[in-house]
C-alpha cells in the first residue's frame, strides 16, 4: 500500500480527536486542529468511517498516530485481545489491521490498542460498570492476548509499524462478586510477563495515566513503582487527570501528579486525552508537557556540567 514517510528528531505531544469528538466530525476536528496550530494529532476511538478516510487525512499537514478502533465500524464490537469467542477475536484482528493501514497510508508513527478483556463487554458500558457474562480463566485470557498481539505485531512489523498495548482502567465497581478484576494489563507485574513472553521487536507499552491512577487506587499500589517496573517497555503516555474512582479523563493543570512521569521519560510520545472545551485548552496542556520536558533536559544539562 503507498505509505507517507514517518520522521522525528524528538518525542511529539499528540492532541487526540477523542477529547474533542462531542457532537462533531472527524473533519471539522481536523480542521481546527490545523488552525489552532496543532502539529501532531491521535486519531482516535469514536469516529465512523469518511468517504475517503485516507485522501481527508493527507489533506493535512499532521503527525498523526493511531488509536484502538479507528475507523468506528461496528459501534456494538468491542476490540478484545482476549475474546475466548474466535469471531470477535478475529474482528478485533480485523479491526486493527484497518487501523494500521491507515496509519502506515498516512505516515502515522505508532498505532495504540487497549489490552484485553476476560469476558466480552457490552459497548454500551464502557466507561461505567462493566456488563459481561463469564469471566474466563485468567492463564486462558492471557494467552489468548498474546496470540492476538504476537499475529498484530508480526502484521504491523511488515510495514515497520509500531504497536503500543494500554494499560485498562480497573474502577472498583468493575471487580467482580468474588473480587476478581475482568480486564488485562491493569498491574505491573502482568505486564512485564506479557511483554517479555511477547518478545516482538516493535511491541510497547503505551501507559494511559489515568487508568493508572484509578487502578492504583483500587488495587492499592504505588503509582512510581509501577512506572518503574514497566519502564523498559513504555513508548507512550496518554495523559488526563481524574478524581482516583472512575476515568473522567479531566483536563489537567502545570500540578498535574503525572508531571514527574513525563519528565522521567525523555524519549517518550505524549498523547492529551483529557476532554477539552476549546483548541486553546488543548495547546495549554501541550505547553506544560514542554515545560515538564525543558525542565527535566535543563536538570540532566547541569548535572552533566557537574560531572565534568
Known sequence: MPSVTRQRDKPLTFVS???????????????????????????????PPEKDMETLLRSFDF??????????TDPE???????????????????????????????AHFYGIHAGFLSDVKSESLGKPLQYETLAERSTGFSNMLESAAELCEYANGYDMPVYFENHVLAAFNL????????????????????????QPNAGLLVDVG?????????????????????????????????GLSDETKAY??????????SGLQNVD????SEFESTAEAKQMSAYVEGWRSQSQQLSHRESVQKR
Open 211 to 243: 487508568h493508572l491512577n484509578v487502578s492504583a487506587t483500587t488495587l492499592e499500589f504505588d503509582r512510581g513503582e509501577y512506572v518503574d517496573t514497566v519502564r523498559p517497555w513504555i513508548k507512550a503516555l496518554h495523559l488526563s487527570d481524574n478524581d
Open 253 to 262: 493543570d502545570e500540578n498535574a501528579w503525572f508531571s514527574t512521569v513525563v
Open 63 to 72: 503527525d498523526y498516530s493511531v488509536h484502538n478502533y479507528f475507523p468506528l
Open 77 to 107: 464490537l468491542v476490540l478484545n485481545l482476549a475474546s475466548a469467542n474466535d469471531d470477535v477475536r478475529s474482528a478485533t484482528l480485523t479491526a486493527a489491521k484497518l487501523a494500521i493501514d491507515i496509519g502506515v497510508a498516512v505516515g
Open 176 to 199: 467482580s462478586s468474588d473480587g476478581r478484576s475482568p480486564l488485562l494489563l491493569v498491574d505491573a507485574n502482568e505486564a512485564v510477563d506479557f511483554f517479555e513472553q511477547l518478545d
Open 270 to 273: 505524549c498523547v492529551i486525552e
Open 17 to 47: 480527536t477523542t477529547g474533542y469528538s462531542s457532537g462533531r466530525s472527524l473533519p471539522s476536528i481536523l480542521a481546527a486542529f490545523a488552525k489552532a496550530g496543532i502539529s501532531a494529532v491521535e486519531l482516535g476511538t469514536s469516529h
